[in-house]
């Protein structure tokens, strides 16, 4: 990624209320859900994106090995996909 480019940073704040900006790096659909893949500088989290009323709202996934997996499968996908 080029470093002259604008990203888009969501806040997220955890159970404790501790807040950290992440970088939205990627959004992407797998199995009929839409993702947010989010990064801070050593830490990258997958968030689910759902829909209500026509605002999109992030939702984090409590299971480690689904985001893992989730992950995992979108690592794979830009690894193969076609080079422009």
Same mark, same amino acid.
């Given at each position: 990624? /080029?470093? *002259? $480019? ?6 997220? +704040?955890? %159970?404790?209320?501790?807040? &950290?900006?992440?970088?939205? #790096?990627?959004?992407?659909? /797998?199995? *009929? $859900? ?6 801070? +500088?050593? %830490?990258?989290?997958?968030? &689910?994106?759902?829909?209500? #009323? ?31």
């Amino acid at each position: 990624m /080029m470093q *002259d $480019e604008i990203r888009d940073y969501v806040t997220i +704040e955890d %159970e404790k209320g501790n807040r &950290k900006d992440f970088a939205v #790096e990627a959004l992407f659909d /797998m199995e *009929d $859900e839409s993702y947010a893949l989010l990064a801070a +500088e050593n %830490e990258t989290i997958v968030m &689910k994106v759902e829909e209500e #009323e026509g605002n999109q709202y992030l939702v984090g996934i409590s299971d480690p090995l689904k985001s893992q997996s989730i992950l995992d499968a979108y690592q794979i996908a830009v690894e193969h996909a076609p080079k422009e």
